[in-house]
């Protein structure tokens, strides 16, 4: 059973920083690409960054030059660095991963989600 596990949310007033973290356990044999999401209250869930397992990355505009997405391959775990919070990037934020991963039933690629972690930016 693959999980994600998001960790390193939390308050921080406007121009401050913090990193989130998400780790993969279980039987995991490759992730391909990996990424961050997020959802504000009454809003719809929206892409915020992607890193493939090449090494390359997406961003949404709003987060472009203020967060950084990277990946540490040994570890299983991709890190989001958010720098210059604004009010508006408080959300709930989930990792997102396309994992190929292998059990007693056989392997496949499948989608998987983390449970979310709460990013508040005070004004």
């Known amino acids: 059973q693959v999980q994600l596990v998001e960790s390193g949310g939390g308050l921080v007033q406007a121009g401050g920083s913090l990193r989130v973290s998400c780790a993969a356990s279980g039987s995991t044999y490759r992730i391909n690409t990996i990424g961050w999401y997020r959802q504000a209250p009454g809003k719809q869930r929206e892409l915020v960054a992607a890193?493939?397992?090449?090494?390359?990355?997406n961003y949404a505009d709003s987060v472009k030059g203020r967060f950084t997405i990277s990946r540490d391959n040994a570890k299983n775990t991709v890190y989001l660095q958010m720098d210059s919070l604004k009010p508006e990037d408080t959300a709930v934020y989930y990792c997102n991963a396309d994992l190929f991963a292998c059990s007693g039933l056989g392997c496949s690629t499948n989608d998987y989600w983390g449970q979310g972690t709460q990013v508040t930016v005070s004004s």
């Open positions: 890193i493939s397992s090449r090494g390359n990355t």
